[in-house]
Every structure is written in structure tokens, then in C-alpha cells.
């Protein structure tokens, strides 16, 4: 079956920009998280969907959004970017809370 | 607040040895605890579940409630084990699900 999709792969955006990563989760999946990877903070919880209703948020600031659709499809958005928003966002589905994750490859967002 | 701590970033063991990674969790509750793994140039994947007790790739893991640990070993390690290696549990409780990951450990196996 095919795996988890994020796309763009990379992207490339200025200060103050906004931007929006989508997640296509595994067929049937209902739960879709999302992490920040950087290489001094490690992997962070972003947030996570359940049936278009988010379930649980971590600490970040409101400018960290997301939302997800009724194919279970989600999209993360973050508006006035900071150079510290640079890092690999990973998007994980799964079938049911406490089964194993599935992640995507990332996307990668590089803000200059 | 959650926390997990692997307390080594970079593990280097030849061959045949023994290795063992080390995790540490202060949760709340009875979390589900996880191993991922991220192979060069692969995405991350699971490599092993506390619930299952399976051994996958040679690999266990045994959960410590008193010490609040769940290291992950291996008898005999291979090169091809070489990867990122996180710690991660789970909050299960109610309908809240996300996975809170340790900073990882990189584990070289030197030929």
C-alpha cells in the first residue's frame, strides 16, 4: 500500500511569509500527527487530527496551525515565518491512537 | 511535564559486540513506549513496541517501571544496524495520542 505523502518535498520562503505543507496519511488511516525536526530540539510534537478534530497541540506558538479534511488528508500552516521555523516537518499517520506511526519523508522548509 | 532522555548521542561498537541503547521516561500514567528507527537516507519507522514483546532484527527491549527505563539491546550488533535510534512513548490515556521523542542515539557498528 502506498505510505505516508508530504509534499513539497523542499521549500524555500522568506520572513514574515506564510506557508502550507500538506500530509496524504495511509488509506483508511484516520490519524495524522505532525513533528518539527531540528538538530537542536530533536523531534517535536506539533499537533494531531482525528477525524478533522484536533486531539492534542503541543507547545507551540499560534502561528503553528493545521487542519485536516474528511479523506483524512491534513495540512499544516505556519504564517509569519521566523528563521527559526527552518527545520524538516514530519507528518505520521496511524490507524488508531497507540498503534504504530507511519511517517513521511518531510519537508523540508528552509526560511531565509 | 513528559520527558525522555537518552542520555548517549553517539554509540560506537564493533561488530559481534553487545549493544545496548539506554532510555529514560518521567510520564505520567501508563504510557505505550516505542522504538524508532531512521536508517541513512530512510524515513523513520517503527522498530519496536513495548505491548507486542517481540524481538524484531535481534532486537529487545524491556521495560523497567521501577527504574522508568525501556533500553533497547541487542546480543550480537551488525553493520547494517548503523542508524538513528529514538526512544518514544506514547500518552494513551483518553483521546489524546502523540509520541514525545527522546533526542536520539546514533549507533555505529564498525566492521
Known amino acids: 500500500k502506498a505510505g505516508v505523502t508530504q509534499t513539497p518535498r523542499y521549500l524555500i520562503k522568506t520572513r514574515g511569509q506564510q506557508v502550507t505543507l500538506s500530509c496524504s496519511p495511509i488509506?483508511?488511516?484516520?490519524?495524522v500527527s505532525w513533528y518539527q525536526q531540528t538538530p537542536g530540539q530533536g523531534l517535536q510534537f506539533l499537533f494531531e487530527?482525528?477525524?478533522?478534530?484536533?486531539?492534542n497541540k503541543g507547545n507551540f506558538p499560534g502561528r503553528f496551525s493545521g487542519r485536516q479534511f474528511s479523506n483524512s488528508r491534513s495540512e499544516m500552516n505556519v504564517s509569519t515565518l521566523e528563521l527559526g521555523d527552518s527545520a524538516l516537518y514530519l507528518c505520521?499517520?496511524?490507524?488508531?491512537?497507540?498503534?504504530?506511526?507511519?511517517f513521511g519523508q518531510g519537508t523540508r522548509l528552509t526560511v531565509v | 511535564a513528559q520527558r525522555v532522555t537518552q542520555p548517549e548521542k553517539l554509540l560506537s561498537v564493533f561488530k559481534g559486540a553487545p549493544v545496548e541503547l539506554k532510555c529514560n521516561y518521567s510520564?505520567?500514567?501508563?504510557?505505550?513506549l516505542f522504538w524508532y528507527v531512521q536508517y541513512s537516507r530512510q524515513r523513520l519507522q517503527l522498530l519496536l513496541r513495548?505491548?507486542s514483546r517481540e524481538s524484531i532484527k535481534g532486537f529487545t527491549a524491556d521495560l523497567n517501571k521501577g527504574e522508568t527505563s525501556f533500553h533497547l539491546k541487542k546480543p550480537f550488533a551488525q553493520e547494517e544496524d548503523s542508524a538513528m535510534y529514538y526512544c518514544?512513548?506514547?500518552?494513551?490515556?483518553?483521546?489524546?495520542?502523540?509520541?514525545?521523542f527522546g533526542k536520539g542515539t546514533l549507533l555505529t557498528v564498525n566492521p
Open positions: 505520521a499517520s496511524s490507524l488508531m491512537q497507540n498503534t504504530e506511526a507511519f
Open positions: 488509506s483508511g488511516h484516520r490519524s
Open positions: 487530527y482525528f477525524s478533522e478534530t484536533q486531539r
Open positions: 510520564y505520567s500514567g501508563s504510557p505505550e
Open positions: 513495548h505491548i
Open positions: 518514544a512513548p506514547s500518552d494513551g490515556g483518553g483521546s489524546n495520542y502523540k509520541l514525545t
